[in-house]
């Protein structure tokens, strides 16, 4: 036979686990995907124990144009929802800083979850198949692979966004969506390194290595976790979630002791202790290279020598340290995807295309972007669940 109820392009995390709810309604569903295995994306999270989930995650962890339309979905699978499913198949898990899960053991068993759930169900899967085309005929749409010419009801596109292509990521979903006449939100990387200018660059070498918990601001956006310096630029929690909202020539704002105004604090210790150097008194707060660095554009050697305007501009290089990244890593090592298919054009209840019927978008390659630490897979999850409820 080569017709199916339903025709799942994307094998990763949103994908199966549409395939597993819809094939366990009675659904006939083939799930199709160009790479050799499913879910890559999920092996590789987490550092290979995958970051399942995340137990304080609400619509406010996502970015997209329209901030409610992740409710819906979200309300209705819940990080408990995907727990329970987790430990009926004995997966044992832990919780990391600011309610991350991630599994005791391998990423893997995520994934041989996940396959349980649609085999369960009976879902068929094609690795290593392209699609070639994909047209609405009649009351359903034709899809073409190498291998076969195939029928179905409704076609789900569940291939994600282009952030890491070396797992095989493409924009193909986007083409699909314009196809159909829908607008696509520019894609940009998120959760993803910044970079510095040559520059710039230059100057922090000898920093690389150095890790710093800090608040990270851009505009009204904050985040307080630790940074990373890199031999590119700067990495690491705090920053990988800022660029999700950086954009090409903005500055960001980094205080490394945001408990600390560091000029009331230096006043204070030019009094009691004027013979320390800044770099040394600095080190009880920061790295001690990091504090070597911010003490070097400063020519006094005791906090004896410096006046006020030189402590005041000292600790604003701690607690207001503006820069302006020259750009970010890319899609090369972007965790996930900001923008994709505008959730204008989709049903918030089963992520089905509005104006085309029986065509749905669920995962990353819809404007749903979520923060680090288990977010945009429980958004897999969610929307998954969505659109395989409702097939």
């Known amino acids: 036979m080569t017709h199916f109820d339903v025709i799942i392009i994307g094998a990763g995390a949103a994908g199966l686990m549409c395939a597993a709810r819809a094939s366990q309604r009675g659904r006939r569903v083939l799930i199709i995907d160009h790479a050799e295995k499913p879910a890559e994306k999920v092996r590789i999270s987490g550092g290979g124990r995958c970051n399942f989930t995340n137990i304080y995650c609400t619509p406010k962890n996502f970015i997209c144009e329209n901030p409610h339309f992740a409710k819906s979905a979200l309300s209705r699978y819940t990080p408990q929802d995907f727990i329970n499913l987790v430990e009926r ?29 649609s085999d369960k169900g009976g879902a068929e899967l094609w690795l290593g198949t392209e699609v070639l085309d994909i047209a609405k005929k009649d009351a359903g749409f034709v899809v073409t692979t190498p291998r076969n ?49 040559d520059g710039l660059k230059e100057q922090m070498k000898a920093l690389s290595g150095v890790s710093a918990d800090c608040h990270v601001r851009h505009k009204k956006t904050v985040f307080d976790e630790a940074l990373l310096f890199t031999h590119r630029g700067l990495s690491g929690p705090a920053i990988l979630q800022i660029s999700s909202y950086w954009q090409a020539g903005d500055a960001i704002t980094i205080n490394f002791a945001p408990d600390l105004r560091l000029f009331d604090a230096l006043k204070i210790a ?32 005791r906090l004896a020598d410096m006046g006020d305007k030189a402590l005041r501009n000292l600790g604003l290089m701690v607690n207001e340290w503006m820069i302006k990244p020259a750009g970010s890593e890319g899609f090369r090592t972007a965790e996930v995807t900001r923008g994709g298919v505008d959730t204008n054009a989709l049903s918030s209840k089963t992520m089905e295309v509005k104006s085309v019927k029986g065509l749905y978008f669920i995962g990353e390659v819809v404007d749903v972007t979520g923060h680090l630490g288990g977010h945009n897979f429980q958004w897999a999850w969610a929307s998954g669940v969505a659109c395989g409820d409702a097939l």
């Open 89 to 117: 198949y004995g997966i044992t898990w832990h919780e990391k800083t600011k309610g991350q899960l991630f599994c005791d053991g391998k990423s893997q068993q995520i994934i041989d979850m996940l396959i349980a759930e």
């Open 149 to 197: 010419t195939l029928t179905c009801d409704r076609v789900v596109m569940a291939c994600g966004g282009p952030s890491i292509p070396k797992m095989g990521a493409s924009g193909y979903g986007y083409k699909i969506a314009e196809q159909f006449g829908l607008n696509v939100i520019t894609p940009t990387p998120a959760l993803v390194p910044l970079t510095f200018t």
């Open 270 to 301: 030019r009094a009691e202790t004027p013979r320390r150097s800044p770099a040394n008194w600095l080190s009880q707060y920061l790295p001690a290279r990091l504090a070597t660095m911010i003490a070097s554009g400063f020519k006094q050697e």
